[in-house]
């Protein structure tokens, strides 16, 4: 499975910005599909995954209210809608799938993008 992910760029303190990611390749259809973030000088965080099937997702506590997370036709697309930004939202966005159906914070994640810089001024 190949990830390509894209959206990113420079946005204001309290501003929004879509992140997209398609899967090629290999289908991803039958796997969760999840965001991670890596803030300069930080370890790779999890933010947010979605099931299979787009019936269920979950979230880190830093971005739940503000993030969704969702799927897209075929289910090979991932996006991830970001609202009211501040700073600590600067990062590089990962987008991953996961080896099983349902996926989250500790499970394995087996496909990587690229990733794509997020940068919120003050």
């Known amino acids: 499975v190949q990830l390509q992910a894209s959206g990113g760029g420079l946005v204001q303190a309290g501003g929004s910005l879509t992140l997209s990611c398609a899967a090629s390749?290999?289908?991803?259809?039958?796997?969760?599909m999840g965001w991670f973030r890596q803030a300069p000088g930080k370890e790779r965080e999890f933010v947010a995954a979605i099931a299979w099937n787009g019936g269920s997702a979950n979230y880190a506590d830093s971005v739940k209210d503000r993030f969704t997370i969702s799927r897209g036709y075929a289910q090979s697309t991932v996006y991830l809608q970001m609202s009211s930004l501040n700073v600590e939202d600067t990062a590089v966005y990962y987008c991953?799938?996961?080896?099983?159906?349902?996926?989250?914070?500790?499970?394995?994640?087996?496909?990587w993008g690229q990733g794509t810089l997020d940068t919120v001024s003050s």
């Open positions: 390749g290999r289908t991803a259809s039958n796997n969760a």
């Open positions: 991953a799938v996961s080896i099983g159906s349902y996926g989250g914070r500790n499970s394995v994640w087996r496909y």
